[in-house]
């Protein structure tokens, strides 16, 4: 691997890493107002969206894949051009269970 395209790499993971601080930065509500700017729920439900999964990068052939959130973005390995983005769809939900007998 030559060292231009270690350093993009290396540019991608850090610009991808700044982004996702900044997201999650902007998504806190901030401090004061009732619970002290805790969510009820625990933070639970920004969790269940995704928003404090780090972003997952993938470099194949000539081409960097960063997947952020339900979003995948597909770059340029040379130039970080962004090539192509696509939104990954959520998981169907479980079917519901059996009902019990008698109910």
């Given amino acids: 691997m030559?060292?231009?395209?270690l350093t993009l790499i290396v540019g991608v993971i850090v610009l991808v890493g700044l982004l996702s601080w900044v997201?999650?930065?902007?998504?806190?509500?901030?401090?004061g107002g009732q619970g002290g700017g805790q969510?009820?729920?625990?933070?639970?439900m920004m969790a269940m969206m995704?928003?404090?999964?780090?972003?997952?990068?993938?470099?194949?052939g000539n081409?960097?894949?960063?997947?952020r959130g339900n979003m995948i973005y597909k770059f340029d390995a040379e130039t970080l051009e962004l090539?192509?983005?696509?939104e990954i769809p959520a998981p169907a939900p479980p079917p519901?269970?059996?009902?019990?007998?008698?109910?």
Avoid: S
């Fill in 96 to 103: 519901a269970p059996p009902a019990a007998p008698g109910q």
């Fill in 2 to 5: 030559t060292m231009r395209k």
């Fill in 50 to 60: 995704g928003m404090m999964q780090p972003p997952a990068i993938a470099v194949a």
């Fill in 63 to 67: 081409a960097v894949f960063v997947v």
């Fill in 23 to 31: 997201a999650v930065a902007v998504a806190q509500p901030a401090g």
């Fill in 39 to 44: 969510r009820p729920d625990g933070g639970r």
């Fill in 83 to 86: 090539l192509a983005q696509a």
